[in-house]
């Protein structure tokens, strides 16, 4: 008979341990369902020279990351020091994905604060960023050999996500066949 | 020198109630008199205390002293007074020093309400409320100071959000908070009455006023806050099931159990332990929404900006405010003894089983609104529960609540007669049916949700018409008799409202140039072009639009879209013509292309009869609060009455 | 004068030629009404909490233009719900999916319904039994009294 007023006490007990979870947790994060999925197919200009074009069947049999980004975006500005000293390493491939933003403004950004992109595709009106599941700006994506997106890093990317996420990934992936 | 005074304050008021929170307590567990007459001058004490702390708030914004980061963040000195009173509240810590304030102004209204209860009761319940008082003082004082000073002091604030710049919302939280903290009371009477072993029908009938009290701010408050999201978004909608939303919505389902409960404990001694755990539940939740809205552990547009520190820290409160309780609760209420016997068959039944429905209920939008939580704390991935699900959930358990509303009041204490029911109702039941099909196909269609919402206002309408028929031959019925009538009328007419405007309403979305016209439920809209005008603080298209009806004009509406100087985001507030079977409703979209405009145009019919409903019920409450029972007056006659009488047979 | 007359005549011609009914904003109201139905129950990804037919951010808006696309070609509700979920995971449907996990969220309510009125008439049963078992039978004439007595408390 007792008992049975304590379930009140144990629901509460339950609750309050999720609510504890949850204060750790970011409700506005939207976890990826294309990782461990291939990546998206696309063909578009690249920013610097209209005329020629990127897909990413261009890069099959490598690992590479691609990193969306746009001039009027102030958190890249954060990021963007990282990609630089990342760039300079060369250790991937490092293709931006320039998104909703207008060429002058664009090149006028990576003139001001350096380009570290081997190059970067022109995604003005916003689809290659829907098809790739982008909500906010920077997004970076890591994809492996063959051609499967193997991590998605939602915002900036900074020094200790890139030594102790991105590059272990990107080591691991290079050795795999 | 005036938010250092009302810092002060906020400090003694700190120590003031950790004195009433525990020695009136103590004293009136060991009988120590000189303590449990601490308990009333700390009340008073603790209301002037947190009453000065925020006139000196209220000073601050009301002065533009900008020296206060407070005020500097949520105020501007082009903002037109009544909202600097309302920027008072438009942030986190001035919100939670409303909330203070209102619990100290319940706890002085039951120090000086309750002379004829006895003094060891009321050194109880004031000491529990100076317990909850304590808390949220340190919570304050610690994480959310609202006196914090900024130096240099700024030129100017930042302006009070655009959004809350308006009159409904200066009111909307005052009125929902009054309620939130007035379950602090049933709460403090419920936890008194576990802790001296007194549970009967005097705590009953103690407790009852200060639940419908509050209970009738919190009716007014989400009515307010929904009326306010209609005619402010501008897009009609009136509800959305946003976590803040849910978090004020689930207390008032609990509230409302516990009014029905609390009738029951009173009238027939029974539900005593159910009626504690409401009061306990009621109170809980309010805190829990406190909880939510402050942490960041939901997203929700009503959300505060967040602090993970605040939030472990209302955490903690919560478990210790709420555990506290529940483990009180599992210790004492076993021993409470069972009331009087019933039938299956009888009043008390169905009040039983409408509180159970309502608690369902409460349990499916807590259930709706943590699950993205539940999921994501347990690594299984993030969803997200929205209106289709509330409101798919939330039709088919409260339909049958619904049903049973017009039945209870019919059914006899005790033992109630299925066949007599039958036979007082059918009518009701043939208006019911009648009305389920005749009214759709007369609006345009019969689906089953309109027939279903059709169904049940009039069946309860007309249980209702019967009642007061049959009610009326033994004479004028009194206000408890209207209260119930009332509040269960103000259900009906809601129920009426949200089928009208969910089955029926028409809206297009055009693009109008000067001239042109358009034509929705029956109503013709011209435009007349749009002009610049200019506000105390922003400046505004405003849109011309004549209405009319059957080729006369029947008025014209002046929606605008104001670009507020302190925002960037432009704010759409619509010009609505309301009437009681309609409301037609213009929002200004966007600018198109030389003089064109991007317009929205909505025919919604019996929209008001929504928020008429909530105040039927607020009324229904009234009238309850109202009742002769309650009024010291009387008691005060009566108790002359029997003094004289006593004198004359002595 | 009768020139001013003609020249007024004229203006007002033109004037009355000008004023119409109003366009719908939407090329096509079909399609649109498709549309508005089905981001009603999307949400807008990068709003705190607003259905995707209703938000302004820029990402809502280039959303509900692919759904038009794609309502334009053709594509089933199914079709549609399934580009948005491959693209940002279940977060995206206001209406969560039946499925495994969320089980327990679509039959909780019920579920809780149906054990309540168990609970309670399971309660009232033993309930009955305990309290009629306690008290003292009551006289015929008594019984009346009560009837009568609660009869009168009721009104």
Known sequence: MKLKFLIPLAMFAVLVGFLAVGLNRDPHEVPSPLVNKAAPAFNVAQLAAADKNFSPADLQGQVWMLNVWASWCVACRVEHPVLLEFGKSHAVPLIGLDYKDQRPDAMKFLATHGNPYDLSAYDNDGRVGIDYGVYGVPETFIIDKHGVIRHKQIGPITPEVLAGTILPLINELKKAS | MIPELGHFALILALCVTAVLGTLPLLGAHQGRREWIVLARPAAQAFFLLVATAFGALAWSFYSNDFSVTYVAEHSNSKLPTMYRLGAVWGGHEGSLLLWMFMLSGWTFAVAQLSRTLDDAMVARVLGVLGLVATSLLLFILLTSNPFGRLLPAAEDGNDLNPL??????????????????????????????????????????????????????????????????????????????????????????????????????????????????????????????????????????????????????????????????????????????????????????????????????????????????????????????????????????????????????????????????????????????????????????????????????????????????????????PLSFWAMQLGHLGIAVFVIGITMVGGFQEEKDVRMEPGDTVLVGGHQFKFNGARQVMGPNYEASRGEFEVSKNGSVQQMLYPEKRKYFSSEMPMTNAAISPGITRDVYVSMGEPLEGKAWAVRVYFKPFVDWIWAGALLMALGGVCAVSDRRYRLRVKAAEAARITALQGATS | MKRLLVLLLAVLACGLAAAKEATPLAEDPVVEQRLIEISQDMRCLVCQNESLAGSRADLAQDLRRELRELIRAGKSDAEIKEFMVSRYGDFVLYKPPVKPTTWLLWAGPFVLMIGGIIALVVYLRRRGKVVEGGEAALSDEDRNRVQALLQESEQ
């Open chain 2, 164 to 477: 809350l710049q308006d009159p409904g919302l200066v009111f909307h939280p005052p009125m929902l908070y009054m309620g939130y903290v007035g379950f602090s009371v049933a709460f403090a009477f419920a936890i008194a009455a576990l802790l001296s072993g007194r549970l009967d029908a005097a705590w009953a009938r103690w407790s009852r006023p200060w639940t419908t009290t509050a209970w009738i701010f919190l009716t007014l408050g989400i009515a307010l806050g929904s009326w306010w999201a209609y005619y402010t978004l501008g897009w009609g909608g009136w509800w959305f099931w946003d976590p803040v939303e849910n978090a004020s919505f689930m207390p008032w389902l609990l509230g409302t159990a516990l009014l029905h409960s609390l009738a029951v404990t009173e009238k027939r001694g029974t539900f005593k332990s159910w009626t504690v755990l409401l009061a306990i539940g009621a109170f809980s939740l309010s805190l829990l929404g406190t909880f939510l809205v402050r942490s960041g552990v939901l997203t929700s547009v009503h959300a505060f900006a967040t602090d993970p520190r605040r939030g472990i820290f209302i955490l903690v409160l919560l478990v210790l405010v709420v555990g506290s309780s529940l483990t009180l609760f599992a210790w004492r209420a076993p021993k409470v003894a069972l009331g009087g016997s019933f039938a299956l068959m009888s009043r008390e039944t169905f009040l039983l089983a409408g509180n159970v429905l309502l608690v369902v209920a409460c349990g499916s939008v807590l259930l709706g609104t943590l699950y993205p939580l539940f999921i994501d704390a347990l690594n299984l991935g993030k969803i997200s529960v929205g209106p289709p699900y509330f409101n798919a959930v939330f039709v088919p358990v409260m339909a049958p609540a619904l049903f049973l509303m017009a039945v209870a009041p019919i059914a006899r204490w005790k033992h109630a007669d299925a066949k007599e029911m039958a036979q007082r109702l059918w009518i009701a039941g043939a208006v019911s049916v009648i009305a389920a099909f005749a009214i759709p196909l007369l609006m345009g269609g019969v689906t089953l949700l309109t027939a279903l919402g059709f169904l049940l206002a009039f069946w309860v309408g007309g249980s209702m018409v019967l009642q007061i028929v049959r009610r009326f031959k033994a004479g004028v019925p």
